[in-house]
């Protein structure tokens, strides 16, 4: 027999913004699916079983026409499958892998880095959030997507306003009208650098999308680098602000990363693990189909919650902590499956091979301004939203 | 039905029947191998399904495309002559007994 999918209706939104791991434990805990009313979602919250959906995507499907997504930034590949993605995402890949990142992209990052560092670096204190990461964050965005002359300031408001237009349930007049400027400026940077980047060809995204065999039509162009700022920006910048936290709050774990920078790779993945930058995903069911036992109607979207399978206890002890040197195991932090983050092995290099141990190294004793003042809020995006430090200048 | 021997990180062997057309990966998977994680399912995007074929069958599976080449030097365990991504490699009669070792992480 199977089961029916369970409810929970007794949590607050605000609840989930603030802290979504008590739920998340709560929900593992019931059911293998369980809706939760107050996002209005039947969440899948156990790491095997997102394992086993992301292994089967012709039932579990990213297709969806009708998706928010797809209205605010046109059809695009995050909402495909089979070879119509794979289409899309192979025109994107000559600039995200991982030998491309260390030759063509780690030299500008570690500029970037340096001059963002160099800002601050006099002044012995600073809020991470806006003075370091997000600068960081949406200037080697910007490099790689080969937007030359957009400043970090309105990457990241091209970014955050197509989050909010893509999360916009409630259809409110003004986030949707903010996220079609986005949109247009998108369109119209595209617009002005592509022949430059038929030109010359490049390792930007512009220029492989340019390159891509078969050719990218200018629609695909369009929604796909609106998909890579979407989703892009705001990751790079809450790992490299978790995994600094994670380390300030365990001096010790740091003593033993900092005498051993092989280490910073492992501590990168753990912080990526504790903190989730992209808690939640949905997928579609084709068909009627059991999760562990749950029977779920075909039609139907279920949210494949990563950053509670990666706090799932089946799988990780004492999940909530943070620890460098917990046993070794993989996790969801960049999905699973076709859909498997593009910007993978850009955030490794440029968070735990650059710009985090460059922080460290430049700001002397570093340590949390008061550990009161640090603001971690989120769940779909979940990550450092304020962090004060200090430093001997 | 080609069989495929799987060395794992340990001394383990796991010798599999094996459907040509599958992928070594996909068979690994389908046999619990240790050691191949495969989070990406066959996107050659993770390279954690990482194995070292036999030299003399390198040869014969022609070349290795830009994408896996790249991502090969950066899989977990160090690149060896052999070393593949076994989500890129088909199984065939060609491949029949020979021995899929999964390097140690």
């Not at chain 1, 002359?149 to 007049?173: F, R």
């Not at chain 2, 062997?13 to 066959?42: D, H, K, W, Y």
């Not at chain 2, 599976?61 to 088909?90: T, W, Y």
Request: glycine share 6%; aromatic share 6%; proline share 6%.
């Amino acid at each position: 027999m199977s089961e029916a999918v369970k409810v929970v209706d007794d949590v607050a939104f605000e609840e989930l913004l603030a802290n979504p791991y008590p739920v998340f434990k709560r929900v593992r805990d019931l059911g293998p699916v369980v809706k939760v009313e107050a996002a209005n979602i039947m969440m899948v919250t156990r790491f095997d079983d997102i394992m086993a959906i992301e292994r089967d995507p012709e039932t579990f499907s990213s297709i969806n026409p009708q998706s928010l997504l797809n209205t605010v930034i046109g059809p695009n590949l995050m909402r495909k499958d089979g070879d119509d993605h794979a289409r899309e995402r192979v025109a994107m890949d000559p600039s995200l892998r991982p030998g491309v990142v260390k030759r063509c992209w780690a030299d500008s990052m570690r500029a970037i880095c340096d001059d963002v560092i160099s800002q601050i670096e006099h002044k012995g204190e600073a809020e991470l959030f806006e003075e370091l990461a997000a600068p960081i964050a949406a200037r080697a965005l910007a490099d790689i997507l080969g937007f030359d002359g957009v400043d970090w300031q309105t990457m990241a408001l091209w970014s955050q306003s197509l989050i909010d237009g893509s999360g916009n349930y409630s259809h409110n007049p003004e986030i949707a009208r903010k996220a079609r400027e986005a949109a247009s400026g998108v369109e119209s940077a595209v617009d002005r650098m592509l022949p430059h980047h038929r030109d010359n060809p490049n390792p930007s995204m512009l220029s492989s999308m340019l390159q891509a065999d078969p050719a990218q039509t200018v629609e695909q162009i369009y929604a796909n680098i609106k998909v890579a700022i979407g989703g892009g920006l705001n990751e790079t910048r809450d790992s490299i602000l978790t995994l600094i936290l994670g380390l300030l709050q365990n001096p010790d774990q740091f003593a033993r990363v900092r005498a051993e920078p092989s280490l910073w790779g492992q501590a990168f993945e753990e912080a990526v693990r504790w903190i989730s930058p992209i808690g939640m995903y949905p997928r579609r069911l084709t068909r009627d189909v059991e999760i562990s036992g749950t029977l779920v109607r075909k039609g139907e979207q279920v949210g494949l919650c990563v950053g509670a399978a990666n706090h799932d206890d089946r799988r990780f002890s004492d999940p909530e902590k943070f620890d460098v040197f917990r046993e070794k195991k993989s996790h969801l932090a960049f999905g699973a499956g076709s859909h498997f983050c593009a910007g993978t092995w850009v955030s490794r290099a440029l968070v735990s091979q650059i710009a985090v141990p460059m922080v460290f190294e430049r700001l002397h004793n570093l340590r949390l301004k008061d550990p009161e003042l640090v603001r971690v809020r989120g769940w779909v995006f979940r990550g450092p939203t304020h962090m004060p430090v200090v430093w001997d200048a | 039905m080609p069989t495929i021997r799987f060395l794992s990180a340990d001394g383990t062997e796991f010798a599999v029947e094996a459907q040509n057309g599958r992928t070594l990966m996909e068979t690994a998977l389908e046999n619990s191998v240790p050691g191949i994680i495969a989070e990406c399912n066959g996107s050659a995007a993770c390279a954690t399904c990482h194995v070292v074929l036999p030299e003399e069958i390198m040869l014969a599976l022609g070349p290795i495309s830009e994408h896996e080449n790249d991502m090969l030097d950066f899989a977990e365990a160090p690149r060896e002559s052999g070393s593949r991504l076994s989500c890129q490699v088909k199984v065939s009669d060609a491949l029949d007994n020979i021995s899929v070792r999964v390097p140690a992480a």
